[in-house]
């Protein structure tokens, strides 16, 4: 598959900053602050290849933290098992757009055009996420 264009990731990037309304996806803290770290988690982790994919909206949403180590972003990647069940990671067969993600203000689906709409939580379901 082909590699994401300097401009389709910062247009992702972009929709999704506004999607998440400059929030942590996870906490919900405002991140327009001075001095709060942010980055942008890859549900799917870009370990699982390099394509164009992994930088459409639905795969993308924006922490707090810095890389990998602390904060939300750290949460996600420090803790697989629920990340995986709250829809912070996403298994490599499976399409982000499809996997509903437990955001601050309830359980999402996320769309590559930017937007993101309520569904009810796949937990309460008793469905594996």
């Not at 990037?13 to 709060?36: F, S």
């Not at 949460?75 to 995986?84: D, M, T, V």
């Not at 309520?118 to 937990?123: G, T, V």
């Amino acid at each position: 598959m082909p590699r994401a264009s300097r401009k389709d990731i910062e247009t992702a990037r972009t929709l999704v900053r506004a999607r998440d309304g400059h929030r942590c996806a996870m906490c919900g803290t405002y991140l327009m602050i001075l001095g709060q770290w942010q980055s942008v988690h890859h549900r799917k982790p870009k370990g699982m290849g390099g394509s164009a994919l992994l930088e459409n909206a639905s795969n993308l949403v924006q922490l707090c933290g810095v890389g990998n180590a602390d904060g939300c972003h750290g949460k996600a990647h420090g803790n697989p098992h629920w990340a995986r069940n709250h829809g912070w990671v996403v298994a490599r067969a499976l399409d982000p757009a499809d996997i509903p993600v437990d955001m601050y203000d309830g359980w999402h689906t996320l769309s590559d055009d930017g937007s993101r709409t309520p569904c009810p939580s796949p937990l309460l379901a008793g469905e594996a996420v």
